[in-house]
Each structure stands twice: as C-alpha cells, then as structure tokens.
C-alpha cells in the first residue's frame, strides 16, 4: 500500500495585508496548501530605532486603528472557517517556535519595504532551508516584473519614475477569497497569542474605523460625493475631512489595496469625466508607489542620516528644543497647532506633515530621524516607506535633487489658516514659548524682565 502524500501545510504571515480582496499571494496559498496557519505579529517597540528615537511605543490612535483592522479581519476569516492567530512576541521568535514542530511545510508573506522584517525572512530562510517561501507584492500599483527597470536602476526622482510608470497598464483587481483551507489539526499552539476584542479606543476623528469594511465603505462614499473632481483644488487644507481621499489609513494597514482604490478611481472617471484633480488621486497613488520601491532600492539606507545622498544634514539633536516640537510648544503657532492635531487624533494633512518636519530640521536644527521615529509611533497611517522617504525628502537626502525644502511658516499661515481658525482650533498659541531655555555652556537662561 503506498504511502499517504504529506501534507502541504502553510503559514501566512500577515501584515499590511489586512483584507480578503485583491489578495494575490493569500489566493495562490489557498491553491497550493491543504492546511493554513494565519498569523499577526502586533508592532512592537523593538521596531523603532532606539539609537534616533525616544518612542517607547505605538500611541492610542495607532494601536487602536491596528486593532479596529484585526477585529474586521478576524470576522471576515470566521466566515471562511479560519482564525486569525495574533502575538506580541517578536516575529522571528513566533515564527521560529510555530516551524519547530516540523508541521510546516509553506511560508507566505508580503515583500516587504521594511529591512527588519525581510532579515526576518532570510533568517527563516537560513535556519529552515526545507522550509518553501513565497513572497509576493500585495497592495500595490505594480509588481516588480512589471517595471520597465530593474530596481537597481530605479529613478532617483519621482518625476523621473512617474514618466516611465505611469502610462503602464495596472491589473484589475482580483475577487475577494470566498474559500480558504482550514486550519491543520496537526498543528498544537499554546496559549500565548491574544485575544483580538472590538477595542474600547475610540478614534478621535470618528470616520477613521479600521478595517476592510470600512474601507470599501468609505472608498465607496468618497467617490459617490463627486470630491473627487475637486480634490487638487481642496487636498493642503489643513483641517476638514472632505478636503482630501482619506484614503491613508486603510491603505496603509492593508484594509484596501491601491489596485482596488485604482479601479474605482477609473469607474468614477467614466462615469463623471477625467480632469487635472482626478488624475491628481492617481499622482498620488504613483508617489505611495515610488517610495515602497524606493524603500525596497535602498533598504537600510532609508533610516541613515546622510540618507540615499550621503550629504551630512547641518542639524543635530537639542532634547528641549525636541520635547518643544512633540508637544507643540514652539515659538510657531502653525507648527503647534498640527502637532496638538496629531497627538490627538493620529493624523496630519499633507500640508501639515510638511510644515512641522520643515520646522523640526530647519527652524529647530533637530536631527530629521526623531521626527520620523515620532511619525512611526503616532499616525494612523504610518507607512515605513512613505514616512521615511518623505522625511529624507524634506531634509535634503532623499529622493528631491533640488536639496532640502524649508517653508516659509509665516508666508504658509497666511494662506492655509488666513483667519487663524485652524490655530485656534487646535490651540495653537503658546504664550510662553521661547526656543532655548540654556545657552550654549547649559546655563539657564533667564526670562526677559518686562518691568
């Protein structure tokens, strides 16, 4: 009697791929194994950059926003009969406990941008080399045999990248997965993944609710409001929500795809006509696409301070001059008034996120990393090659061959927040504001005397 054949059992391992439509790697998983293992590994503070940052971990919003996500996602796989395993060990130790029992045959996951999470890879590659492992790019525009270039000569301007992409077909989204394999019953877990409960955080901008439902749902209602014809017009404003897609959040955590957002840009346009704002949205998109393959180009060098052009900024690190800025405590009631803005809520406009990074490198001198680091840990929609890139960008080392960009923060208030509403909003005025409080030698610096 011939032996039975072994069974192919596989383990996903999910990240910013939240979402069971225009899922192409979790599609081929469900052709290729008989069992799957679906786990989240939840950030950790392990993944800031201790060295250039004071974060001791992800804020309120952020994690709730991550939670919300999981919650939606776990449904969505009770529906198909699989669960969604989720840990706050570190990947490679969870990873490297579940392949011990020798059950697992298959590994999937997300290329990442990130350079931790691939070393995470190559280590499982290393200490388990019978171990079959697919990666796949799973919420972009493109995938790499797509390009017209090898990574290696990516353009080193969006510009440059837009005029080579931009014409290039995208694939249509493919259908939500109505079928995956079931868990293996071969397969023992312990009790150390956590429980994933509809979390108690609200989110302080009440349309922000993670996960893919509510991606589609918002997709849906942004698109059917006609904003869409207006959005180059109204997306700097600093506050409202309806000035800009929104779509970051969802993006970001994987809720959505940029393929799926794509598709239902060009059904807006055939029913209501392109013109300059909805090819805007698509301008976007093409900027959140170059900076992953950016990202995936340049890997570590993303989180360097010369960056990708090996110039040295002139800034350094002042902690009082840093606690200023995080809390929004500056001498500049714009810059205050966005950071008062971020720590609530989880998230910034564009505008904002320009004016405040302007101000953290060129009017405080602060090494750019701490105000990247503090990204991380704050926004909503914190994306590792988004957020990285665009700091380098505004420092000067990045991807802009015109060098650094410093805003004029007066000149930027009179035509963003031209009646101080926004300012007074967010309470954007610091009365007792000074930018140093020592001089040069620490020596305290005594207030003027007004008398």
């Not at 971990?57 to 669960?83: A, E, I, W, Y």
């Not at 388990?128 to 790019?137: A, D, G, R, V």
């Not at 902690?319 to 500049?332: I, L, S, Y």
């Amino acid at each position: 009697m011939r032996p039975l054949p072994k069974k192919k059992i596989g383990l996903y391992w999910f990240t910013n791929d939240l979402r069971l439509s225009d899922q192409p790697l979790l599609f081929k998983a469900s052709q290729e194994v008989d069992e799957l293992i679906c786990l989240y590994c939840l950030p950790q503070v392990t993944q800031f950059h201790q060295h250039y940052s004071q974060e001791k971990g992800l804020s309120d919003s952020r994690l709730s926003f991550v939670k919300q996500s999981l919650f939606s996602f776990k449904q969505q796989l009770g529906n198909l009969k699989q669960q969604l395993f989720v840990t706050t060990e570190s990947p490679y130790i969870a990873f490297k406990r579940a392949l011990s029992q020798g059950v697992i045959t298959h590994l999937y996951s997300d290329t990442f941008a990130g350079t931790t999470e691939q070393c995470i890879i190559e280590n499982l590659r290393h200490d388990f080399p019978h171990l079959s492992i697919h990666q796949q790019e799973t919420g972009h525009l493109f995938c790499q045999n797509q390009l017209p270039f090898s990574l290696e000569n990516l353009p080193q301007s969006f510009t440059k990248f837009r005029k080579k992409v931009e014409s290039l077909d995208i694939l249509p989204p493919i259908p939500q997965l109505n079928r995956l394999p079931p868990m293996p019953s071969a397969w023992s877990h312990d009790n150390d993944f956590v429980s994933i409960e509809e979390t108690s955080i609200q989110q302080k901008i009440e349309q922000f609710h993670g996960g893919e439902l509510s991606a589609i749902a918002h997709c849906v209602r942004y698109f059917s409001s006609g904003r869409a014809s207006q959005y180059k017009h109204t997306r700097n404003a600093l506050d409202g929500f309806e000035d800009s897609t929104k779509f970051s959040p969802w993006l970001a955590n994987g809720c959505i795809s940029a393929r799926t957002i794509y598709a239902m840009l060009k059904e807006y346009e055939a029913n209501h006509g392109e013109n300059e704002s909805t090819y805007w949205i698509y301008f976007e998109l093409l900027w959140r696409e170059y900076f992953y393959w950016y990202a995936r180009r340049y890997g570590s060098r993303l989180f360097v301070f010369s960056g990708i052009s090996e110039r040295v900024p002139l800034t350094s690190f002042y902690a009082h001059r840093f606690q200023q800025w995080k809390k929004g405590e500056t001498p500049f009631p714009i810059v205050n008034a966005c950071m008062h803005q971020l720590n609530q809520t989880g998230y910034l406009s564009n505008r904002g996120r320009q004016l405040v990074a302007s101000c953290l490198i060129h009017e405080l001198g602060l090494d750019w990393r701490y105000g990247a680091a503090y990204f991380e840990s704050q926004l909503i929609d914190y994306d590792v090659a988004s957020n990285w890139g665009n700091w380098q960008y505004l420092a000067g080392v990045g991807a802009d061959p015109r060098g650094s960009r410093q805003f004029d923060l007066i000149k930027q208030t009179e035509i963003y927040d031209p009646n101080g509403d926004f300012i007074k909003k967010w309470r954007g005025h610091c009365e007792t504001a000074v930018l140093d409080h020592v001089d040069m030698v620490d020596w305290p610096i005594s207030p003027p005397n007004n008398h």
